[in-house]
C-alpha cells in the first residue's frame, strides 16, 4: 500500500520594524517548507490555522492553497512559502493542517506541529 505524507518545517521571526508594541501589535512572520516524503504525487488543496496569543485568545484562518499557490509535489519534491500573522501579545503560537489530494484521489490530512511565535530576548 501506498504511503502518503508530507513533512513540514518551520522557521520564525520577529519583524520589529513592522510591529508597534505600544499598541500591542506585534507582527512575525513564518517560512514553511513542505516536503512529499511520501511514495505519490499530492497536491496540497487548503490549509486551516488556528492562531492562539499569550492571553490565550484564539483565531483560526482557513483557505484554498497557501499565498496562492496548491502546489502539487512529487515524491522527494519541496514547496517553500513565507507569510505572517500579527499578534496582541509579544508571544503566541500556531499549529493547524493541510488537506491534501494525492494523485490516485487518496485524501489525507497533514498535521502541522505547535510552533511558537516570540520576540527573541523572551526566549531565556
Given at each position: 500500500?501506498?504511503t502518503?505524507?508530507?513533512?513540514v518545517t ?36 487548503s ?8 492571553n ?13 499557490h ?7 519534491e ?5 507569510s ?14 493541510y488537506?491534501c ?12 506541529p505547535e ?9 531565556h
Amino acid at each position: 500500500m501506498a504511503t502518503y505524507d508530507l513533512s513540514v518545517t518551520v522557521r520564525t521571526r520577529y519583524l520589529p520594524e513592522q510591529s508597534k508594541p505600544d499598541r500591542d501589535e506585534y507582527l512575525f512572520s513564518y517560512t514553511i517548507t513542505i516536503k512529499n516524503t511520501g511514495e505519490v504525487p499530492a497536491q496540497l488543496i487548503s490549509r486551516r490555522w488556528i492562531i492562539t496569543d499569550a492571553n490565550n485568545r484564539t483565531q483560526e484562518v482557513a483557505g484554498l492553497g497557501v499565498v496562492g499557490h496548491q502546489p502539487l509535489l512529487k515524491p522527494g519534491e519541496q514547496f517553500e512559502y513565507s507569510s505572517g500573522t500579527p499578534l496582541a501579545t509579544p508571544q503566541g503560537s500556531m499549529h493547524g493542517e493541510y488537506f491534501c489530494v494525492a494523485e490516485d484521489g487518496h485524501r489525507f490530512e497533514v498535521k502541522i506541529p505547535e510552533f511558537v511565535l516570540t520576540l527573541p530576548s523572551m526566549l531565556h
